[in-house]
């Protein structure tokens, strides 16, 4: 089958995150099993606007915002040479079914924006955005079928009006966790990028009151963003920032740290809750959408979303009043794959 994915972005855009690892891994995957895959993005400085990267042809035209009408006159283009569509929904989407015409979609919602609105836009933006133009777009999709991460996920698109969702726990590979030791002072670890969604002032802000019981507690900050220089200008002592970090200096700090920290608005899995128990580091979160799913069957603790809450469980962790076993909560990108597969299969034998 001749698949295009539409994504914003792909793994070589400084601002991948976990959708990118999801697109990609999954597009190598559908290669394998005998699929001619091509992923269409945004354009990456000093990146070709058509590469193959392990069996994927990545085409990349367009920016933040006209990569949404680039794809449309890339199909316009080269259509009739597809027979499926995968369309990701990240905040604003595609619209693919819009444009295709008979050719069958499958939709990928990583997750919902909602709260997120007010966090990465301004106002009166931020309230358009949540009450009239994400229902609108996702309207469209509301008999299209619809993959998505975890069971909250998919009771927010059903929220939204979508009737055809399905629920595909994300994927990982078994690694060797590095062999190192873990601190010997309280070490909290916040994996993520730096900006208002995902509230990275509430793990300060949560270490300054553990710090009342455990002066010695330090927190280790590993991600970038627009958040940055005013984070480290406030931070108490004891707070590191390390950038973004190659994956194996940042799992051996993952391994190293006693804990970590999710406190986003809402996610659609929580990629870093599974990188951190993948190398035995059990994570407490907020009992936000995705969160309660991933830091719950990684063998975490959800808690109320306060920098107090979140400070009362991490004291009650370095306490041991609270023992938490982390377990690597997600499946083979294999089984994942061989899910997307059977998905996109049936779709299209159904297709007109």
Not at 78 to 84: A, E, H, I, N, V
Request: glycine share 8%; aromatic share 8%; proline share 7%.
């Amino acid at each position: 089958m001749r698949i295009l994915f539409y994504n914003w972005r792909d793994l070589a855009h400084p601002a991948a995150g976990g959708a990118e690892v999801w697109t990609e891994m999954v597009a190598r995957h559908l290669v394998s099993k005998g699929h001619e895959v091509t992923l269409f993005c945004a354009s990456v400085k000093d990146r070709l606007h058509r590469e193959v990267v392990e069996g994927v042809t990545i085409v990349r035209r367009g920016g933040r915002l006209s990569v949404y009408r680039e794809g449309r006159k890339f199909f316009a283009e080269s259509g009739d040479k597809f027979d499926l569509v995968l369309d990701e929904i990240n905040t604003r989407p595609f619209l693919t079914p819009r444009f295709v015409g008979a050719t069958p979609v499958v939709a990928i919602a990583h997750q919902v924006a909602r709260e997120v609105w007010f966090h990465e836009a301004h106002l009166p933006m931020a309230v358009m955005g949540r009450y009239f133009f994400e229902p609108r777009w996702l309207r469209e999709y509301r008999d299209v079928p619809t993959l998505t991460l975890c069971p909250s996920s998919a009771a927010s698109l059903r929220a939204y009006g979508l009737r055809n969702v399905h629920a595909i726990i994300p994927g990982g590979d078994p690694i060797a966790p590095p062999q190192v030791e873990k601190e010997t002072v309280p070490t909290v670890v916040f994996l993520g990028r730096l900006v208002s969604s995902k509230r990275p002032d509430h793990a300060i802000e949560a270490l300054t009151l553990l710090q009342r019981k455990h002066p010695e507690a330090r927190l280790w900050i590993i991600g970038d963003g627009p958040m940055h220089d005013a984070l480290k200008r406030k931070s108490p002592p004891h707070v590191e920032f390390y950038g973004r970090l190659p994956h194996d200096e940042r799992n051996e700090l993952l391994a190293r740290a006693h804990v970590l920290v999710a406190t986003s608005v809402r996610e659609g899995w929580g990629l870093n809750v599974s990188e951190a128990a993948e190398v035995g580091t059990p994570a407490i979160g907020y009992n936000v959408c995705g969160l309660v799913d991933s830091v719950a069957m990684s063998g975490g603790h959800v808690v109320e979303e306060s920098p107090a809450a979140l400070a009362e469980a991490l004291r009650a962790f370095f306490d041991h009043e609270l023992t938490l076993t982390p377990r690597v909560p997600t499946q083979t990108w294999q089984e994942v794959g061989d899910a997307v597969d059977d998905i996109i299969r049936r779709v299209h034998a159904a297709a007109p």
